[in-house]
C-alpha cells in the first residue's frame, strides 16, 4: 500500500546514528531508540527529500534490481505511524 508522503525526511526531533558500542544503526529520537537492520537503514539514509519513487528506484539499483517497493512502502508506513518520517515541505 502506497505511504501518504510524497518526499519522505525524518521529522526535526530523530536522527539516524551508526551506534560504534553496539554495532548498530538506530534512529534516536526523545521518546527512544529504533534499532534498524542494514536493509531499514539503507531506506532511511535516503529519506533526505528525494521521492518516494526516487528512493525504491535508488534502492532497486544498489541491491541489483530486487524489487524493493513494497518492503520500502511498509517500512514507510511504520516510521510515519510512529511519528519518525513526515513529507518533506522544502521542495
Request: with cysteine; charged share 30%; glycine share 6%.
Amino acid at each position: 500500500m502506497p505511504v501518504d508522503v510524497l518526499r519522505p525526511r525524518l521529522v526535526s526531533y530523530a536522527r539516524y546514528r551508526w551506534d560504534t558500542i553496539r554495532t548498530q544503526h538506530q534512529i534516536v529520537y526523545p521518546e527512544g531508540v529504533l534499532v534498524l537492520n542494514d536493509s531499514s537503514a539503507a531506506i532511511v539514509a535516503l529519506c533526505d527529500g528525494r521521492t518516494v519513487e526516487e528512493l525504491i528506484e535508488t534502492l532497486s539499483a544498489q541491491y541489483e534490481g530486487a524489487e524493493v517497493g513494497t518492503d520500502v512502502h511498509e517500512f514507510l508506513r511504520e516510521l510515519i505511524d510512529k511519528g519518525l518520517v513526515r513529507d518533506d515541505d522544502n521542495t
